[in-house]
Each structure stands twice: as structure tokens, then as C-alpha cells.
């Protein structure tokens, strides 16, 4: 029985072993921010819910920080890919208002949609459906965004539809200028471990490394969602996250911008340890990659989730930990 539970448990405590040893070493002062993070903001932005002051009281907050990028909730997409204009009446004033308060910001349309085979959604292997999502990405860019933010999930590693969508929305984008950006899952922390998932409990969590580097290849901005990892403790989630920022930028080209996640939001479930997955963590296991495996690129920073959940404690920890400027 003892041989059983040592052949069971020893790779178990090897990745664990792994993940600590990433959260080990010291973290350069080169790695803080560029001026290249961003924050995923919520729907009430665009459908009405938000006034001038709550614009007022959003560029006090982002003073002085390095968001460059607001990622704004503006779908669901339907599953057939179309989007209701009904959904953001209130877009074209939003953006106008960052623009006017907050000038060099880029307000870029967050359009998100669950997608087959996992769920009963959005079909990225058919082509009618990738041209009504690309037809999508055409509108929100005639309410005046900055850019599309594409989220997406689960996209399945080597799913070729997804590609196919990037490919047609990188020539809209291009087109008019702005830039096409995505978020996307984290990478295998063991090669092959998207397979596994996939066999096991048919969930597309990962992504191999040569997936994720076909995806940030045809897009102008790669947000990494670095959360939900199931770590139990902080010292495991900061490893998790050196981790992954250090496979993520082994593979992603030096002029497309790179963010790395932060859970400014609270859950407490399998998946979402609340007491370990936090801000600061995430910003030490950040910047630990960073310092280990490029810490002078430029292209690179922080992208916070979620503007109606973060605390001040998520802000403040942000400020210390990646901008330099005292909270």
C-alpha cells in the first residue's frame, strides 16, 4: 500500500516542489510597469448604469498607475456570433468621455461569448459564424472603441476555427488602425496537460506552448488569465504565476504586447482559493518571471480583473508591488 501511495503521490509533490521553487529569488527593479496594463471593466459602463462622476471617480483612480488599456464588456455574443446593439447604448458616450478625461487611454470593446464543444454556444469551426463575430467586431468599432478585446471560452488548444477568426479580425483591425487583443488561458504547467484535461474531464482549461505562440502571433495584445488555478496558498499561486509568465514570454513575439492577470475579484471554491489567489501574489510571481526571463522588454504589463470587484486593498497592492507610486 505504501509503494501504491508513493507512486501516486510523488508527481504531486514534485510539481508542488516546482511551483515553490518559482516563487523563490528576488524580484529586479526593472520589473515594473511600462505603462501597458489594463483592467477589464464591467457591462454598466456602456448600458446606462454609469454617470460623468462614476467617469470622474475612474480616472482618479487610475491616476498615476500604468493602465494604458480598459477592456469594456459590451457583448455577450449571441451564439450564432451577431451582436444587439441594444446591449451598449451608452458605448459612444463612454468612450468619449475616457477620451476627454483621460486622454491617451484606449477604450477597446470586451466581447465574449461560451463556445462549443464545451458548451451549447458559439461554433468557432463554422464559418458563418466566425463572419458574424468578425461582422460584430466591425460594429463596435463604428461606436467609436479603440480596439477589440476578444473572450472567448473554452477555446480549445489547436482549435483551428479560432485562428481562422483571429486571421479575419486582424484585417478589420488593421484596417482602421487599432489594435485586436485577446485573452487567453494559461499554458500547460506540464507539457501535454491540455490532453489530459481534455481525456479526463473533457474541460479545455490549458493551452500547450505552441498554441498559445500561434495565437500571439496574430494578434496585436495577449492577456493571460492567471487565475482560477486551484492553488490552496499564496506561496503556490505567486510559483503558478512566475510559471506561466516565464512560459508566456518564451513564446510570444517581442512587439506584441504581453499582459499577465490579477485577480482583483473574491471566490472561494475549487478552482479559486480567495486567501491565495490575491493581487500581490500575483504581482510577485509576475514580476519574478519576469525578472528571470526578460526583464527589460518593454512590451509587457499587468491586466486587472475586475473593476466592480476590486477592493482597495486589490489597488493598493498593485501600486506597491508593480507601479513604484505610493498607494
Not at 482583483?264 to 500575483?282: I, N, R, S
Request: aromatic share 8%; net charge negative.
Amino acid at each position: 500500500m505504501g509503494v501504491v501511495l508513493a507512486v501516486v503521490f510523488a508527481p504531486v509533490i514534485g510539481v508542488l516542489c516546482a511551483l515553490l521553487a518559482h516563487n523563490v529569488g528576488e524580484q529586479s527593479e526593472q520589473a515594473r510597469t511600462r505603462g501597458r496594463d489594463a483592467v477589464w471593466l464591467g457591462h454598466a459602463w456602456v448600458d446606462g448604469r454609469r454617470t460623468d462622476a462614476d467617469v470622474a471617480a475612474l480616472a482618479t483612480l487610475l491616476a498615476g498607475t500604468g493602465v494604458r488599456d480598459l477592456y469594456v464588456h459590451t457583448g455577450p455574443l449571441e451564439h450564432d456570433g451577431s451582436l444587439r446593439d441594444e446591449l451598449a447604448p451608452r458605448a459612444r458616450w463612454f468612450v468619449d468621455a475616457v477620451h476627454a478625461r483621460l486622454p491617451g487611454l484606449r477604450v477597446q470593446s470586451w466581447l465574449g461569448d461560451v463556445v462549443q464543444p464545451e458548451f451549447d454556444g458559439l461554433d468557432l469551426e463554422s464559418a458563418d459564424s466566425r463572419a458574424r463575430v468578425v461582422a460584430s467586431a466591425r460594429r463596435v468599432l463604428d461606436y467609436g472603441f479603440d480596439g477589440v478585446h476578444y473572450d472567448l471560452e473554452p477555446v480549445r488548444s489547436g482549435s483551428s476555427g479560432f485562428l481562422s477568426l483571429l486571421d479575419a479580425t486582424r484585417a478589420v483591425t488593421a484596417a482602421a488602425g487599432v489594435p485586436l487583443s485577446v485573452s487567453a488561458p494559461v499554458i500547460d504547467p506540464l507539457p501535454g496537460l491540455h490532453s489530459v484535461g481534455l481525456a479526463v474531464a473533457d474541460h479545455g482549461k490549458w493551452w500547450s506552448q505552441a498554441y498559445f505562440a500561434d495565437v500571439a502571433r496574430r494578434v496585436d495584445q495577449v492577456a493571460v488569465m492567471t487565475y482560477d488555478t486551484a492553488m490552496p496558498t499564496r506561496a503556490l499561486y505567486s510559483g503558478y504565476v512566475a510559471q506561466q509568465t516565464t512560459l508566456a514570454l518564451e513564446v510570444t513575439p517581442s512587439h506584441v504586447d504581453l499582459l499577465l492577470g490579477a485577480p482583483a475579484f473574491w471566490a472561494d471554491d475549487p478552482g479559486h482559493h480567495g486567501a491565495a489567489e490575491t493581487v500581490a501574489a500575483a504581482v510577485r510571481g509576475i514580476r519574478l518571471g519576469l525578472t528571470r526571463t526578460a526583464p527589460t522588454r518593454t512590451t509587457f504589463g499587468i491586466a486587472l480583473y475586475v473593476d466592480f470587484a476590486a477592493t482597495p486593498q486589490d489597488w493598493t497592492d498593485y501600486r506597491r508591488g508593480w507601479v513604484r507610486t505610493p498607494a
